[in-house]
T-cell receptor
């Protein structure tokens, strides 16, 4: 049972354009969502997060949007740069009342982003 | 060290042997997590500790898997009587605590191959 899904295995974007990575989830108990970025031979590194009380969080070129009714979140990267080429993982956790540690993350399968110069 | 350190980075073992994977979290980090990642998949939660206490081991696949963190710092994930299906990347992560806003930092992982 895949509770967090990233249906696009890969995405190719031109430098300077917008990259949009999508993620869907099924567990309505999830209340905290994160995006991780992973370069080859390295561990995933935290990129940006959003709590379910918000619908948008922005950090520089990165913006995460959350649509709770659709159980969907997306990561926008504007403008995209070649150094953004990596695998992006969406993750979710149950952190609110009655929830377990927010560090118990459920990850999606990942999307490989390639930004062409 | 500056980051989460895991050893060995690569381990090849024969089916039926026991293996121990070590994790040295970032200094001062209270929470420590173990994840497993198969090729082409995202990390999958195994277990986590706050200090030396194992808070949740619901992700451990079966009783061949165990983890400990006896002094609240270094942790060991042990797999007994390894099977080929245990082959995967095993990732350790740590954070200052369990509150939201505390970033979870992952190590580079230990690649386990069971032949």
């Amino acid at each position: 049972d895949q509770q967090v899904k990233q249906n696009s295995p890969s995405l190719s974007v031109q430098e300077g354009r917008i990259s949009i990575l999508n993620c869907d989830y099924t567990n309505s108990m999830f209340d905290y969502f994160l995006w991780y970025k992973k370069y080859p031979a390295e561990g995933p590194t935290f990129l940006i997060s959003i709590s379910s009380i918000k619908d948008k969080n922005e950090d520089g070129r990165f913006t995460v949007f959350l649509n709770k009714s659709a159980k969907h979140l997306s990561l926008h990267i504007v403008p995209s740069q070649p150094g953004d080429s990596a695998v992006y993982f969406c993750a979710a956790s149950v952190h609110g009342a009655g929830g377990t540690s927010y560090g118990k993350l459920t990850f999606g399968q990942g999307t490989i982003l390639t930004v062409h110069p | 060290g500056a980051g989460v350190s895991q050893s060995p980075r690569y381990k090849v073992t024969k089916r039926g042997q026991d293996v121990a994977l070590r994790c040295d979290p970032i200094s001062g980090h209270v929470s420590l997590y173990w994840y497993r990642q198969a090729l082409g998949q995202g990390p999958e939660f195994l277990t986590y500790f706050n200090y030396e206490a194992q808070q949740d081991k619901s992700g451990l696949p079966n009783d061949r898997f165990s983890a400990e963190r006896p002094e609240g710092s270094i942790s060991t994930l042990t797999i007994q009587r390894t099977e080929q299906r245990d082959s995967a990347m095993y990732r350790c992560a740590s954070s200052l605590g369990v509150d939201s806003g505390n970033t979870i930092y992952f190590g580079e992982g230990s690649w386990l191959t069971v032949v």
